[in-house]
């Protein structure tokens, strides 16, 4: 099948991450969310029945978990597997310490908590959510997943610590607000770069807000992420610092 140059680049990330990272060993899978995760389970799958069959595959969204039984993988979930062997997902941006930002799709609590139970946390991405300081290329806000009753207070909140367009997301296919999984509402949050060269210290001072759920800040959880090229190659990022440029990937 031929794929324009982003689809081939988010292809050649997730086909890359597999073949490094989910062994045949591995039981446990976290399937992550977004558009780059069709491609990993289109790999995993790759690895054949028999490997498969003795694995449970964890879903972060709505959607992971129906790419999960669509394909005809075992669908486990937190509570019965609280230890995961590696967990594979997208991201809205990564900036060159490996800080993410998440929750475009507003499933970020259950990324985050997936994440957490991650021995390894992958992410697979194309080139364009690569940057040096979070905030330079996603520039629509931090996604902040707030309780309903809080959502006001908690707007108030983030304007006072900087955001001044914070605002509650609205969905595009019906009048109202977007609703998560979780049955919460989801703020976005637009803060400067230079509240986000800390992103731990941001993500810590959304956090303790009263009526907060989630910060779809990632600090220091990923071990590694791979990013699609336009030219079909891939970029390997480490949690050491270290990168690896125009890898080729087998297809």
Known sequence: ????????????????????????????????????????????????????????????????????????????????????????????????????????????????????????????????????????????????EVAPVAASQVLASLKRLGSTDAHLRMAKAKAGPVVTDNGNLCIDAPFSTAYLRDPAQLNSQIKQLVGVVEVGIFPGMAKAAYFGNQDGTVSIQHEDGSFKENITVEI
């Open 1 to 144: 099948m031929t794929l324009n140059p982003v689809e081939a680049a988010k292809r050649a990330a997730a086909y890359a991450a597999v073949d490094a990272h989910v062994k045949l060993s591995h039981r446990y899978i976290g399937i992550g969310s977004g558009s780059t995760v069709p491609y990993v389970v289109e790999r995993i799958l790759a690895q054949g029945d028999e490997a498969n069959k003795e694995r449970w595959f964890i879903p972060t969204s709505f959607q992971s978990k129906q790419l999960i039984v669509g394909n005809g993988l075992r669908l486990g979930d937190i509570d019965t597997f609280p230890e995961i062997d590696v967990a594979i997902d997208g991201a809205d941006e990564v900036d060159n310490a490996l800080n993410l930002i998440k929750g475009g799709g507003a499933c970020h609590l259950q990324e985050k908590v997936i994440a957490q139970a991650a021995k390894e946390l992958i992410i697979v991405a194309d080139y364009r959510k690569r940057s040096s300081v979070l905030g330079t290329n996603w520039t629509q806000g931090i996604p902040v």
